[in-house]
């Protein structure tokens, strides 16, 4: 007699597994989008800021429009189903492409800034993507459903800067214009893609079921999950970001900090064809626990000299570290909280790690500027200190309530 609960978990894996590579595929396009940003992005506002101090405004507004679209990606996917969110992201990212070339060819700096927002809308819908991959499916695959959408990110590196690449001067002499004219369009691909994702609905009665957000967020679990999330994008964010300019001010070439940002972006998100694999092995809060000592180990390299190779090596243990640390915690929220409860409870997550990504990329420049490079690199230690900490504590919470939970259960022979 075949396991009436098997069967269903066997057809919930299929249906997640036909989910899978259609937003891996998405992950893959969307990533595109900021990879034109980041590679454009401060080149284009050096071009167009009223002064000079500005040119990195448009990359912070990406992230600025990263962080604030967590909470509403949340509330589209929770009352209208994450397809509707997914369209409305794309769109978002359609938009981004055809008002950052008309702010190209007008000379406008703010209404390129307005185009690397809704940039940032775009990838906030995106983020979401790893955390749908896994509805529905069985507890034993969810860890390897994120992380394969994840791994869609290793096209992405590809294809974005070689996107920029092959259409940077079509339009001469406005530099980079017809590239996002091309990620738009690229977008649009993205949306066709995605329309084909089997994400229902959410039940009638599952709008206004589960816990408050305030109890599940007490949770040791999930504070844990969510502070390490907060943890390891951002220090990885604060590093990746200062590398290059600190790269330039250290008398390296451009092409060496290109090479060291190509290899980062591997190393972030090659790991994923086996992540999920170690998680579901080893059990997400010790892969949480080695990337973010890998993302110390970085630091420590960034601060052991300033050659080439230390900047690459740097780069990509990071990106490594991220991965691990990354996609741990991520599969460590999909612990904390049910079904009718997923929606705001991974918005939520996504609007702490993204709000804190935000601020510190107002402030990555300055730290460099002020204090230089070893400085980044110390920063790096508190915070994951802090995050292997708390990891810690959840865990053995975990384990002594499972202790007393056997502890209570009545011995049948009374």
Known sequence: ?????????????????????????AQALTGANSAVIFATGSIVGATLAPDISLATVPLSMYVLGLAAGTLPTGAISRAYGRRVAFIVG????TLTGALGAWAILHSSFWLFCGATFLGGLYGAVAQSYRFAAADGASVAFRPKAVSWVMAGGVFAGVLGPQLVQWTMDIWPP??????FVMQALVALVAMAVLSGVDAPKPAAADLHGGRPLREIARQPRFIAAALCGVIAYPMMNLVMTSAPLAMKMCGLAVSDSNFGI???IVAMYGPSFFTGSLIARFGAPVIVALGLALEAVAAMIGLSGITAPHFWATLFVLGIGWNFAFVGASAL???????QERNKVQAFNDFLVFGMMAIGSFSSGQLLAHYGWNAVNMVVFPPVLLGLAVLSLAS???????????????????
């Open 262 to 264: 190509q290899w980062h």
């Open 1 to 25: 007699m075949i396991d009436v609960t098997a069967a269903d978990e066997i057809s919930d894996d299929a249906r997640a597994r036909s989910n899978v590579w259609r937003l891996a595929a």
């Open 90 to 93: 794309t769109f978002c990212g």
């Open 396 to 414: 053995f919470a975990k384990r002594r309530a499972k202790l007393r939970a056997v502890d209570e259960i009545p011995d049948p022979s009374i």
């Open 174 to 179: 406005y530099l980079f214009a017809f590239s």
């Open 333 to 339: 929220v999909l612990e904390t909280h049910r079904p």
